[in-house]
């Protein structure tokens, strides 16, 4: 028999998962066909065991730290198993949470593969199964996959970035091939670990889509922290050798790691799903949707990194939503003018809204910054490195961009996105009471820089 569903969710990540349950509370009958684990790769593989490996980097970097907080020294050493280990009881934890949202929302999880043939027609295939399931609308969340290098050989020392939280062994020389969020993030991660660390990356230097001076200053603090980076590099060879590979860049430099971490971009899992079938127009490989996130197939929408764009699972569960909401008749669309972003690099690099030199060409622009150095609580939990910098528009004082590296720069900037969403000025900013001591001050400071109120430093200023 054919199971009919109001909506069902091709793939159980973050657009789908946070989808389904939106769908849910909106009264449909819902399904969700995953494949691998509902959570995706931002819950399996990507953002929560980053973050909780690296909450183990940080922990070690602490104890490290012991004597500057007032404690005998300490041994810190690293034990990955234990590390891995607790990092798979954190997915473990929020993976059952998921699935008992679901069973409390009755949201129905189909495990197997789904490829869809014909209009609001999915069949799912597992191992000697497979069923039909019919569903007035579909929302394609099916997400993306590391890409790899032809040139590299596989083998278990050489792992994409979905892969690597699953190493068993610390390594000790990591090659690190890209310069964007996951290859910085892993290479701060690695290095806090112990490891011996080269990031190679093709541009003119690491984190190319974003503000120019923060990338600068946030590489001054890897190659402080001892990471050896060449940018406008690529790998030009590698050959397994002994219990590592021969390496040559296109500088000329040889290394010799032991082991090799790709992350070079990602691929849209847009094959083998019936989408040429039915006619869903595709561009290079992504989804091509409209602000409601409808493909050109009537009843049918997708959301997450299959339809390109912001490749981020807060976007993806933005999207997730706005589709659910749009497909059972609200007039839900898309906005991405205010998309905070977040590099969990060791410190953070947080931004939203555009670059000094993207706001330079467009505006007339006011700029300023502000260093953690400077603020109590930064000095109080030993944390100085860093800056928080925004960038505003002269004549309307409207937030045109914020750039920060430094402590907690994730939860930090959530102020300044929701500032920019509701369209208010840098001044409210200012004039909106901070909590003391905080290290949201800094987020005060420079908003009172910019219009000339600065009190605990007299920061550089550029007009
Ligand atoms: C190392 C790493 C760290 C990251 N850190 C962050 C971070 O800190 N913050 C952040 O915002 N983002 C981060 N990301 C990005 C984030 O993981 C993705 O943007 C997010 O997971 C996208 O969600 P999605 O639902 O679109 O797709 P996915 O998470 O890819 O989920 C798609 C799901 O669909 C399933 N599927 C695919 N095809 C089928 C099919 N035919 N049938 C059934 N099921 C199918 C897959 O198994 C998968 O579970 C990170 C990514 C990586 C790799």
């Known amino acids: 028999m054919t199971e009919k569903y109001d909506i069902a969710f091709l793939g159980g990540g973050p657009a789908g998962y946070q989808g389904a349950i939106r769908a849910a509370k909106l009264g449909a009958r819902v399904a969700v066909i995953e494949e691998r684990f509902v959570g995706g790769v931002c819950l399996n593989w990507g953002c929560i065991p980053t973050k909780a490996v690296r909450a183990s980097a940080e922990a070690g970097r602490t104890l490290r730290r012991a004597r500057e907080y007032g404690f005998k020294a300490v041994e810190a050493v690293p034990d990955i198993a234990a590390i891995i280990a607790r990092k798979q009881r954190v997915i473990k934890a929020l993976r059952g949470s998921i699935e008992q949202l679901f069973l409390a929302r009755k949201i129905e999880l189909i495990e197997g593969r789904g490829a869809l043939v014909g209009p609001g027609k999915i069949e799912v295939r597992k191992p000697g199964e497979s069923a039909l399931i019919e569903a007035s609308k579909v929302i394609i969340a099916t997400g993306s996959r590391p890409a790899g290098l032809p040139m590299i050989p596989k083998g278990p020392r050489v792992f994409l970035a979905d892969e690597m939280l699953d190493i068993s062994f610390l390594p000790q020389q990591l090659l690190v091939i890209g310069g964007g969020a996951v290859g910085v993030e892993m290479a701060a991660i690695f290095r806090e670990l112990g490891s011996e660390i080269v990031l190679v990356e093709a541009l003119d230097r690491i984190l190319p889509f974003d503000d120019r001076e923060t990338a600068e200053n946030l590489l001054t603090i890897l190659q402080r922290r001892k990471i050896k980076v060449y940018c406008s590099t690529t790998v030009e060879s590698v050959v397994e050798s002994g219990d590592g590979f021969s390496v040559r860049l296109s500088n000329g430099t040889e290394l010799t790691p032991d082991t090799i971490l790709q992350a070079v971009g990602r691929r849209f899992n847009t094959e083998g799903i019936g989408l040429e079938q039915l006619g869903i127009e595709m561009e290079r490989g992504r989804i091509v949707v409209d602000k409601h996130l409808q493909t050109n197939v009537p009843g049918h929408y997708a959301a997450g990194d299959v339809i390109g764009g912001w490749l981020l699972a807060h976007v993806a569960f933005a999207e997730g939503i706005c589709a659910a909401e749009h497909a059972l008749g609200l007039g839900s669309w898309m906005d991405y003018w205010v998309v905070p972003r977040c590099v969990f690099s060791i410190p953070e690099y947080a931004a939203v809204g ?9 505006y007339s622009v006011k700029v300023a910054r502000f260093p953690f150095k400077s603020l109590g609580m ?18 309307t004082d409207t937030i045109l961009g914020a750039h920060i590296f430094g402590p907690h720069g ?9 500032a920019m969403k509701g369209d208010s000025p840098a001044r409210l900013v200012m004039d909106t009471i901070h909590t003391h001591p905080t290290l949201s001050e800094a987020v005060l400071e420079v908003a009172q820089a910019l219009h000339d109120q600065a009190i605990h430093v007299a920061p550089s200023r550029g007009h």
Do not use: M, N, P, Y
């Open 378 to 395: 930064a000095q109080a939990i030993g944390e100085l490195e860093g800056q928080v910098k925004i960038i505003a528009d002269t004549e």
């Open 354 to 362: 555009i670059s000094e030199e993207e706001a330079r060409e467009k």
């Open 410 to 418: 994730a939860d930090l900037i959530s102020e300044i996105a929701l």
